[in-house]
């Protein structure tokens, strides 16, 4: 992609970011809202519990979350003990998240930045948390700059809308758009998922949030239902999965053989964690 053309592309991100952060009204945080991240079941029905749930231990890690927006991760990250380092491309959005910190008494390196120049150096962040942010980019652009700056064995929790079924994309292209959204933003294809997970091993996936929760929860805007049917069929029926709207993945970079770092297989044989030994 052109020089000229990226530059479009952050501005018209930065505008409807400012947009979204002047409909922002902040609360102090609640206790509820925090607790819920900090040891969610595996099991969840909601997608931003399952990242959290696949962070694992970061306690005295470093944690870059690319795209914070607001911050609202980044108090839960920061009580589960990470030392943070927050990033987004919008000043408005940055602003408010120094804000919540300071209404939390709570401190991060929280700074206005792109995605794909982060400035942080090689190999310095053991883990990055990155909520909704690859679907608004150039793919391959931002992967590359996450794999620069991911130290070895270190991983990456992605959480994306996504739309595989060609048919349901055709029926909610139907739809109105929802506001504040840019020309360049839309749910990632398969093609572009497997673009973005290509250099990385794929630790655990699932898949969240199949189109019908969106129409029960007008009728049930309180309730955990939608969302438990939802999960209730994805878990049975693994077909189903072309047609849910949301994916959260947890992507590790490769170690060297002798870093000293060993991935842990459960009875299943499938890797899910690491850690550091000797």
């Not at 959290?52 to 870059?64: E, I, S």
């Not at 997970?197 to 955990?224: D, G, H, K, M, N």
Request: charged content about 25%; overall charge negative; hydrophobic content about 40%.
């Amino acid at each position: 992609m052109s020089t000229a053309r990226l530059s479009e592309r952050n501005q018209a991100e930065v505008e409807r970011s400012a947009s979204q952060a002047s409909k922002v009204v902040l609360k102090p945080a609640e206790r509820a809202q925090i607790d819920r991240y900090l040891n969610p079941p595996a099991d969840t029905p909601y997608g931003l519990e399952y990242a959290f749930h696949l962070l694992g231990d970061v306690r005295g890690k470093d944690v870059l979350d690319l795209g914070c927006g607001t911050g609202e991760n980044i108090i839960p990250l920061l009580e589960r003990g990470a030392r943070v380092t927050a990033i987004d491309i919008s000043p408005d959005l940055i602003a408010i998240a120094k804000q919540r910190l300071r209404d939390a008494n709570l401190e991060a390196f929280v700074t206005v930045g792109d995605a794909y120049a982060t400035g942080l150096p090689d190999e310095s962040v053991d883990v990055i948390f990155c909520m909704a942010l690859i679907h608004h980019l150039d793919i391959k652009l931002v992967r590359d700059e996450m794999w620069r700056v991911l130290r070895r064995g270190g991983a990456i929790i992605l959480r994306e809308p996504v739309r595989f079924s060609k048919a349901y994309a055709w029926i909610r292209g139907l739809l109105p758009a929802r506001e504040d959204i840019s020309e360049y933003e839309h749910p990632m294809t398969r093609e572009e998922l497997a673009s973005m997970t290509e250099p990385f091993q794929v630790r655990e996936t699932r898949y969240f949030r199949l189109p019908f929760v969106p129409l029960l929860l007008r009728v049930l805007p309180e309730s955990s239902t939608p969302w438990r049917a939802s999960n209730w069929v994805l878990q049975r029926f693994p077909a189903a999965e072309h047609y849910a709207t949301g994916v959260v993945t947890k992507l590790q970079k490769p170690a060297p053989a002798d870093s000293g770092i060993v991935l842990q297989y459960p009875e299943s044989d499938e890797p899910q964690e690491y850690r550091r030994t000797g």
